[in-house]
């Protein structure tokens, strides 16, 4: 239910939708635009899943963890709020990608952590776009 408790809310309308093409027009269709329909189901899962992901946890949080992460593997004083306000506005991600272009990881002892570092946001990423990857599925 939406916040006011009269209707569904985001996510259970994506929810709906969702269903709806793959079990009423989804039959209907095949070929290109069958395929179309599935990767438009695929998108709305994803959304669903980034939606719930934020409904669930408070994605300053999730910026605060990373720079943590970005602390702990600089062995310096970085602060999430740097990574944030800094001139570009860039979050904590954008920021790590600047400075992995810029050469900051280039020597082999940081790179180790780095891929951690990686490793550990590519699988969120994942359990957001494509759960059934990390789960042994294709």
Request: aromatic share 2%; charged share 25%.
């Amino acid at each position: 239910m939406n916040h006011d408790g009269l209707g569904p809310d985001a996510l259970e309308l994506l929810t709906l939708a969702r269903r709806t093409l793959l079990d009423e027009v989804a039959i209907k269709l095949d070929g290109a635009a069958r395929y179309q329909l599935l990767l438009v189901a695929h998108a709305l899962a994803v959304a669903g899943r980034e939606l719930e992901g934020r409904q669930n946890t408070d994605n300053t949080g999730a910026d605060e963890s990373l720079s943590m992460s970005i602390n702990k593997l600089l062995d310096d004083p970085l602060t999430a709020a740097k990574a944030r306000d800094d001139k570009t506005g860039a979050t904590p991600l954008k920021w790590l990608c600047s400075e992995i272009r810029n050469g900051r990881f280039d020597n082999l002892k940081s790179q180790h952590g780095l891929l951690a570092l990686l490793r550990s946001i590519n699988r969120s990423t994942l359990e957001l776009t494509n759960p059934r990857f990390l789960e042994g599925g294709s």
